[in-house]
């Protein structure tokens, strides 16, 4: 593909006349795909600091049964705040920010398909974020009621910031809408002529069915939260069961977006995974159709399971069953997926630089997380889980050695491609082992607590659970701390002096449009659509 | 700046339709629930409607289920809400008759509304009313004390996996969402 496809910049080109604006007006103005996926980056990791600093201070509050730091009411409010930013705030922009630098250069298109629309749904995001932070600071609590916000809690009981927290969330949703309103066209319409649908990048293809999915659900959580402030405020009774609603249609409500959206921060994922081992394999990607079909199949299969959410709630027996059956079978696509990457590294020639150690991280670690997920999913076993720290392990399992290693993964990955600089390998390869330990060390634990019956979501515990507790604490720490340096690898290759000069393919195992681009990346690209093979 | 070409426009057009029907059927996904609660006697929809007997009902006295009464009063309603029987035994197709004791401690009047909720769920539809306090809100002058009716029955075609039963009675205070109706006090028994 590479030797075909070579794109040559016009040495007759003027980019020094027509470049970006300077300073703070060029992040500003800017509709370039390629500042707005650095921007997307970069939010999302300064969101990461704050959030973890936030699970921080919960695992300190956590250290010891009793008060340690925080007053049950604070530690609501930061249990809430974690769970809301790093979801919508570290790993929906972060993958927001890969689909912006990568779908363009990897279909072969010029920029985005509307990059003024592009560079609003950026800017909107820190403005929702700093009225959701605000709220920190107000007289009265923060949002405390859990990310899941369920009805009476938001509404009847919710405090005064609710409303800052639901038009931060509406302010979010439309975000989400305009970025994969702008993903889908540009990846229909915007196509180099010979990029046949069978031949783009799963990323790209992962990133569709992605932006589809938001599309279809991100509307609904703008409708629930809607509901709420005309619950709170203008009389209605969607959840409130004195005027004849239901608060368990809010769950129905909530989990018609949740489920979906779990997808949404997987999938992109799965399409960094599946770009970067194939490269360091030496292999072309195993069973690529079935790698497509398996995606599309994930997505419609999780519009119909959302119930597995809410099996203590008293559901029918029947519906009880569906949605046990339904949930088991979405193992059948993600199987898939597991089995093709292994059997890409199956005979392989392989090597573990970062990205590719991040990447094997995330498929034994993302699987662990996915059997954990079997076993909630299971009615009769689901009963004793719901609620407990087994939960609490399974989700960061998925999220945090799923959707956030493939993030990082990513990063170091396309990192030479975008700054033209290689990352220090040594340091690369330090983080990767830091993050895992701490990772396990945090996570691990916690499903022996949940299996012994600690509820999640409370400050206090017993006795008997402090070890364990501790020790999680400790690995938090070491997870939290070695994110510093990934920050100064990112800072370093960003604005760092360049030692020497990259290659245009900079792995050697690295095939796609985008690595036929010069490293880095010239301003604008593939001005004239590229051929590809 | 080059103008944005029409299939843009065209797909961005399509895209956002999609959008504003996601955030309609989000709506529509209240009366969907309603229906699909309703049909299934689940989450208390079927309260304000008096359930029928099929003709030639037939009492099934080879069964016996016993039916366990509970009441809650909702966040701080100050109020006594209690069944004045624990629990009975009862042949499916039998019709009782059974109260349940209501005293204003409020200290003023006030308009209650009692949701019922019925376990197991798959019993739910079964266990029909053709007469209950909870069709409508009850209107309680202050100190007010009454016998609250439910005159139900259990369908024969209840599953015969079904031994117990458990109706739960949730009270709530609706001083902010009265209904204009008449002071409905049918088959109370004021004490």
Redesign the interface.
Known sequence: MTDAAVYTQDPDSHEEHHGPEHGFKRWLFTTNHKDIGTLYLFFSFIMMFVAGAMALLVRVELFEPGKVLLNPEYFNQMTTMHGLIMVFGVIMPAMAGLANWLIPLMIGAPDMALPRLNNWSFWLLPFAFAMLISTLFMSGPAPDFGWTFYAPLSTTYGPKSTDFFIFSIHLMGASSILAALNIVVTIFNMRAPSMAWMKLPLFVWSWLVTAFLLLAVMPVLAGCVTMMLMDRHFHTSFFNAAGGGDPLLFQHVFWFFGHPEVYILILPGFGVISAIIPTFARKPLFGYRFMVYATAVIAILGFVVWMHHMFTTGAPIAAQLYFMYATMLIAVPTGIKVFNWVATIFKGSLTFETPMLFALGFLVMFTLGGFSGLMVALVPSDYQYRDSYFVVAHFHYVLVSGSLFTIIAGVYYWLPKWTGQMYNERLGQLHFWLTTIGMNVTFLPMHFLGLAGMPRRIPDYALQFTDFNQICTVGAFIFGFSQLIFLYIILKASFGKRTYQVSNQVWEGATGLEWTLPSPVPYHTFETAPVVP | ?KP??K??KR??LL??C???F??C???M??PL?QWV?KQ?G????SANSAGSAAPGMQIDYSRTIKITFTTTL??DLKFKFLPLQQHIDIHPGERKLIYFLAENQSGKEITV?A?P?I????A?RFLKKTECFCFTQQYFLKNEKADMPVYFFIDPAVSRDIKEVTLSY?L???G??IKKQKHFTQGRIDL
């Open positions: 700046m944005i070409p299939s843009h797909l961005t895209l956002v999609g959008v504003i996601m955030f059927f989000c709506y996904l209240v629930y609660c299934e689940i989450n208390g929809k909702h966040h509304q949701v909720s376990t197991p769920a798959d739910a949730t709530f205070d609706v902010e969402f």
